[in-house]
């Protein structure tokens, strides 16, 4: 096992080729706080004022359907549209723009409406997984479409305006930065090294030291270079560069990685945790043999439920800038994999009452 080192340093993101300062020092600062558990949200099973909970009203008029599973619907206040209005320019190689088009989607996970993937049960959060992928399938045959983004914002504090669970998925015409940084990197590592960088990465991870959570299929890790104090990175153990091609077995195998996962995270601060997740997977409509279909989980909670980290200063004009270095971060979250679910608890699903 290659030991971290425990000194002021920086390390590589392989995946971006940039770089983070570790400074694992600064957690003994005097003004690092207590951290301190918080009250539930007590949030009710349905909402009548919610428009993604089933038979309500959302903007524009429309109304949803009396959903019991997951519920895609195109979003209302799309960022991206089918048709471009125009908006190439470029003068002199200085002033440059490129029209955009796409398609916005949102996907609520459950009808109830004070659910979190923690607080799902492995069957319910599989059907999440299904609807993913076939989402993946159906917008990224479609023409003009380059990438498919799968994520979730989750908790006020990530910018999320409204805490029915639920994702979103994003289809662009061309490949957005970080997952064409991502391209790149692994590119480069095949034609390098001839094989796989995250299939590599994983054997050298092997060893434990940043593990959280793993399974037959899948590994959740906080990884070597995390810039976010309790990052993780979800890793399916066979190569593949599609979301598509998981078998039914390892969905099941996601799905159980999902659910301890974001249970750790609630458990660790005693609070529904905040985070913005996102898959990564290769650009559509081409062959991309040297990707490895991944997840990141970026969570701003820092020292306790009200503590957060904030990119600013040398992190937003020098590099990103860490305190709790990443081995420390995963055995925080491993301590709580056998907790008592004191937050999340067993939830039962009744039947919703709209009376």
Not at 21 to 50: I, M, N
Not at 221 to 246: D, G, S
Request: proline content about 8%.
């Amino acid at each position: 096992m290659i030991t971290a080192p425990t000194g002021t340093h920086r390390r590589l993101n392989i995946l971006t080729g940039e770089w983070v300062l570790v400074s694992p020092h600064r957690t003994q600062r005097p003004w690092q706080g207590q951290v301190e558990k918080t009250a539930p949200a007590g949030l009710p099973a349905y909402d009548p004022q919610c428009y993604l909970c089933p038979g309500n009203e959302r903007a524009g008029g429309h109304r949803n359907p009396a959903y019991e599973g997951s519920f895609v619907f195109e979003n209302d206040f799309a960022a991206l549209r089918p048709e471009s209005s125009g908006g190439n320019v470029n003068s002199e190689g200085l002033l440059i723009a490129q029209a955009e088009t796409g398609i916005c989607k949102v996907v609520c996970y459950s009808p109830r409406h004070d659910l979190t993937l923690a607080k799902m049960d492995s069957l319910a959060i599989r059907g999440v997984i299904d609807t993913w992928i076939e989402l993946y399938r159906e917008i990224g045959a479609r023409d003009g479409i380059g990438y498919v983004q799968l994520f979730e914002n989750r908790g006020e504090m990530m910018g999320c305006s409204n805490p029915h669970p639920h994702g979103q998925v994003w289809a662009t015409s061309s490949v957005p930065n970080e997952p064409a940084k991502e391209s790149m990197s692994q590119r480069a590592y095949r034609e390098y090294k001839g094989g796989c960088l995250l299939c590599d990465y994983l054997k050298l991870e092997a060893a434990g030291e940043r593990m959280v959570v793993q399974n037959d299929h899948f590994v959740a890790l906080v990884p070597f270079w995390a810039t976010w104090p309790f990052e993780t990175l979800v890793l399916p153990r066979r190569h593949a560069a599609q979301m598509t091609e998981i078998p039914d077995a390892e969905r099941d195998g996601l799905a159980d990685i999902l659910r301890r996962l974001t249970r750790c995270y609630d458990n660790l601060f005693q609070v529904s945790f905040p985070y913005s997740m996102g898959f990564h997977c290769a650009p559509v409509g081409g062959d991309y043999p040297e990707w490895h279909y991944h997840a990141h989980f970026y969570p701003p909670l820092l020292r306790s439920a009200t503590v957060k980290k904030f990119m600013v200063g040398f992190e937003m004009l020098g590099s990103p800038q860490r305190d709790i270095t990443p081995e420390a971060a995963a055995q925080r979250l491993r301590d709580c994999l056998d907790a008592p679910n004191s937050w999340t608890g067993e939830t039962a699903c009744p039947t919703i009452d709209r009376t």
